[in-house]
């Protein structure tokens, strides 16, 4: 047994063994060390393989299978629709996971697989990484479809980027107009952690169809991010927190300390102006005054 670093889970291997003979010796071996599940990953092919098919029935034979999912590549258009027919009617499934949801297609092949199999989708692979693997949800699939965007999926990276007590200090801050370069670092690093801008953007109602003519460079994008947090943190707190004091000597010291230019901190602190202005006119009063959507969060 070999640990997966990524998956932090046990895996069985036995080289050079068949198919179905590892898998019943790791159902076995699941068994005597008291293990709750069991999942055996099969050999994928782009298309339908009489060999493929015999293995996995052996398979079948040999180890109690209590659900089978079949992992369609939502990249294969009408591909995709062949294969899982021939699956059900072969092998027999209980459900699917689509993946590369992250790419270009807008997921059309889900309707077809769900209408000629009869089985839910179960899980969409929108990445590389296990974090990546979603619950399938059809409503926020037809959307896409459509053109839409994925408001709640996007809703969804935001409530788990931005903590509890985070949400509710910022819209405290802008109630009061007392945000800060402090906050707008804080900002910087929540927005890291809800992923590309490019798959964020596709979330968007009406950038979704049109994102993939839009070449942006993720590499520059982290590394502006990088650069504006090493200039705010080469400031002293009384800077942070009171911006308008930053005169061409303190400027200059920022730079040399951050490895950056006395233009790109200006540019910084204009697009923090930016922020600024933008959530004093969200939270103003009249008729142009805005509730932020922080009531999941507390606020």
Known sequence: MTPSAAAGAPVFSLPGEKPEAIAKKAYAHARDHGNDVVIIDTAGRLHVDAELMDELRRIKQEVPIDETLLVIDAMVGQDAVNVAKSFAEDIGIDGVILTKLDGDTRGGAALSVRAVTGKPIKFAGVGEKIDDLESFYPDRMAGRIL???????????????????????????MRTNSFTLEDYLEQIRQMGKMGSITDLLKMVPGLGSRIKDVDIDEEQV?????????????????????????????????????????????????????????????MGGGKHRMRMPFNKFGG
């Open 147 to 173: 053109g839409m965007g994925d408001v709640l999926t996007l809703i969804d990276k935001a409530q788990e980027s931005f903590d509890e007590k985070a949400a509710v200090d910022l819209t405290r801050k």
């Open 222 to 282: 982290a590394r502006a991010q990088k650069k504006n947090e090493a200039i705010i943190l080469s400031m002293t707190r009384m800077e942070r927190r009171n911006p308008d004091i930053l005169n061409a000597g303190r400027k200059r010291r920022i730079a040399a300390g951050s490895g950056t230019t006395v233009q790109e901190i200006n540019l910084l602190l204009k697009q923090f102006e930016q922020a600024r202005q933008m959530m004093k006119q969200m």
